[in-house]
């Protein structure tokens, strides 16, 4: 049985972690929300920006879950 099921697209499941209950961003990305936001905002004024794809949010993310 697949363990990864979800049909959300990246960005989507970003945006569902992000907006959904407190719990779950801290189960998959280990660590709470607004921490979370505060590292995106960290790195963006040190220069770090979208992908031409993939939204910075996605890209930390990514780096988070696994």
Do not use: K
């Amino acid at each position: 049985i697949p363990y990864h099921t979800s049909i959300l697209s990246g960005q989507q499941w970003v945006s569902e972690l992000l907006d959904g209950h407190p719990g779950h961003i801290r189960c998959e990305l280990g660590m709470h929300r607004h921490v979370f936001i505060q590292l995106i905002c960290e790195l963006q004024e040190l220069g770090h920006t979208n992908l031409r794809f993939v939204s910075l949010e996605e890209q930390v993310a990514i780096f988070l879950y696994m």
